[in-house]
């Protein structure tokens, strides 16, 4: 994406506020005509002046004259004042406004993204939030730039060009010749630089990235005391983040340098021409000062644009990641046009394959049907894709090959919020939200009452520990141990009462008294409703109508808890090892002494 695409992907944010551009480029007219009255104030004083002396007249004769050119110079200065202030204040609220919509916009597409975007390389969660801090504050620079400094200088440097061609053709000549050295130079920095600033803005997005997964990893860092390692790892990208900036910034001094040359060079080149036209009687002693002045009215600005086009090369880098990320185009959940009304709940996987975006293949030609209103549990060693399937079966992802049915209808037909709204999905880890236990708990259902809520807890053995709590529901719901925070997420499920249910070993971080009321709730939660079960836990696992055993990425065996055990494979290994690893024997014993 290059500069004027960026700009052009800018458009539609900032034409909501024409009438904003439209007044900030009329005040920008009238301050680039105004910003010419000093050379011809000045011109007129030095010649007023030659005169006066020549006619041998004195201070009083040349009182008016003064009291003239101060009122002229102080208009002017008033007349400025207001205009900058105009023209500053729409500029800068156009930028704010467009700055709004863009992370408005930003934060709307992040949340329509698949799930596997946010795992591929560059999109993870320091990366993408460098992307977009630094994102949405380049391209406000780049509409500050273009409506607070860019164009004011660049209709001071146009009108200044033009009266100087007006005043003499020769003079117009050489300030227009000094202009494309200038931007000669400019473009030959900014090609050197480009690679570097790509770099640098990587370099920051992986510091990002490092620093927020530190912060994650801080136990297991102390534990391990790993804190010189990780010291290391980030001292080696502070290390390559430097050489890079000192680099750009020894490009920088470089060609600042050459420009100031070149400008410099341009003022001699008029000084010597306007001094040889007044002595040639071309032109009077005035024109020497005005000259100058009109030509620092052209340089200056250039040199500003140039400062700034420096800058529009960082905020290029920059915006076109951010644009990058928000057109993206195979980023958004797929949704498919049928709003389920009456969900049955039969899941039909016909030679499901499927890939992670790393690369990982966890299903390999996967067939199996989940019965409407039964139970069905997933068995398996770890790793062997048993939660790869719920994520399927939750639109998370998409297989690569198969088919894959609900109630008779490809899942991919579904509108996924729309399915979404029938799942309920609880995991060994859920996420807790920054937010009270009650604000967490009502994520079930938005518009749950607090009776609602506090029976949903009660459901989830939650409501006792709550009110026992100095700031009941009102605590912070991330201070909450693992198996409350694990009670939370069973709560949500309660208040949102879906038709299907995937629980992912649901009772995994819970007590053994805890994981009994619990088993007790969703139990009564299961009544009629299709669910499908991980668990590591036999007596979840034996309650199951039907259950398929999956061994690296593959159904091995399939039936129900006798059949299975009878048929002395996969299952039955799976079983004793827990029965042993529970120490059933020994604690048969306990219970018959
Ligand atoms: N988000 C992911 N990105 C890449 N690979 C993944 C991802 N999630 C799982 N995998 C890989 O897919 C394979 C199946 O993982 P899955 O989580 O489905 O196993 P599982 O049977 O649920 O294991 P567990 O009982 O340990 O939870 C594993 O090899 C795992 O490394």
């Not at 007129?44 to 005169?51: C, H, L």
């Not at 208040?495 to 007590?511: G, V």
Request: proline share 3%; with cysteine.
């Amino acid at each position: 994406m290059n500069l004027w695409q960026i700009i052009r992907r800018l458009v539609p944010y900032v034409r909501p506020y024409r009438s904003l551009v439209a007044a900030t480029l009329l005040l920008t007219l009238i301050g680039a005509i105004t910003a010419q009255v000093n050379p011809f104030v000045l011109r007129y004083t030095v010649d007023s002046v030659q005169r006066l002396l020549a006619e041998g007249k004195g201070l009083r004769a040349g009182m008016p004259l003064l009291l003239l050119i101060s009122l002229i110079l102080l208009t002017k200065e008033l007349i400025n004042i207001a205009l900058e202030f105009g023209q500053k204040f729409f500029g800068e609220e156009i930028r704010i406004y467009v700055s709004s919509a863009l992370s408005q916009d930003a934060v709307r597409r992040i949340l329509s993204y698949r799930l596997g975007f946010y795992a591929e390389l560059g999109n993870q969660t320091g990366r993408l939030q460098t992307r977009l801090d630094k994102g949405v504050d380049s391209l406000m620079k780049l509409v500050q730039d273009m409506f607070i400094d860019i164009l004011p200088l660049l209709a001071n440097a146009v009108v200044a060009l033009g009266i100087m061609f007006a005043a003499s053709w020769e003079l117009g000549l050489v300030a227009l010749a000094v202009l494309p050295v200038y931007f000669g130079l400019s473009y030959w920095q900014a090609y050197r630089l480009s690679a570097v600033r790509r770099q640098m803005r990587k370099l920051r997005e992986d510091k990002n990235h490092g620093l927020l997964n530190l912060i994650d990893s801080a136990v297991v860092i102390k534990s391990f005391v790993r804190e010189d390692y990780e010291e290391q790892k980030q001292n080696f990208l502070q290390q390559q983040l430097r050489r890079a900036q000192l680099h750009m910034r020894k490009t920088n001094f470089l060609f600042d340098g050459l420009k100031s040359f070149v400008e410099q060079l341009g003022v001699v080149f008029i000084v010597v021409l306007t001094a040889y036209l007044v002595l040639a009687g071309r032109m009077s002693l005035g024109a020497i000062m005005f000259h100058i002045m009109l030509f620092h009215n052209v340089s200056a600005p250039i040199r500003q644009l140039h400062r700034m086009y420096d800058e529009l090369n960082e905020v290029h880098t920059y915006s076109e990641a951010f644009f990058e990320m928000l057109d993206a185009p195979d980023a958004v959940e797929p949704s498919g046009p049928v709003l389920p009304t009456h969900l049955r709940g039969t899941f039909e996987l016909r030679h499901i394959d499927f890939t992670y975006p790393s690369g990982t293949q966890a299903l390999h030609d996967v067939g199996l049907t989940i019965a409407a209103g039964k139970t069905t549990a997933l068995v398996g060693l770890s790793g062997a894709g048993k939660s790869t399937v719920i994520n399927l079966l939750c639109k998370l992802y998409q297989p690569q090959h198969g088919e894959l049915l609900l109630d008779g209808i490809p899942l991919a037909e579904y509108n996924t919020h729309a399915l979404r709204q029938n799942i309920g999905l609880v995991l060994q880890k859920n996420h807790i939200f920054k937010g009270t236990v009650e604000e967490n708990i009502r994520y079930g259902l938005m518009e749950a009452s607090r009776e609602e809520v506090q029976q949903a807890a009660a459901k989830a053995f939650l409501h006792e520990q709550i009110l026992q709590l100095p700031e009941g529901y009102e605590t912070d719901a991330q201070q909450l141990s693992g198996g409350q925070q694990q009670r939370i997420a069973i709560a949500r499920l309660f208040l949102k009462n879906p038709p299907i249910i995937f629980l992912d070993e649901p009772t995994a971080s819970l007590d053994a008294v805890t994981t009994e009321q619990i088993k007790a709730s969703i139990d009564a939660l299961k009544r009629g409703r299709t669910v499908v079960i991980i668990s590591h836990s036999l007596s979840q696992i034996v309650d199951a109508d039907f259950a398929y055993v999956l061994q690296q990425g593959q159904v091995v065996e399939s039936g129900t808890h006798r059949q299975l055990y009878e048929h002395d494979g996969a299952y039955r290994r799976i079983f004793d090892a827990s029965a042993r690893s529970l120490n059933i024997e020994k604690i048969a014993q306990t219970m018959t002494l």
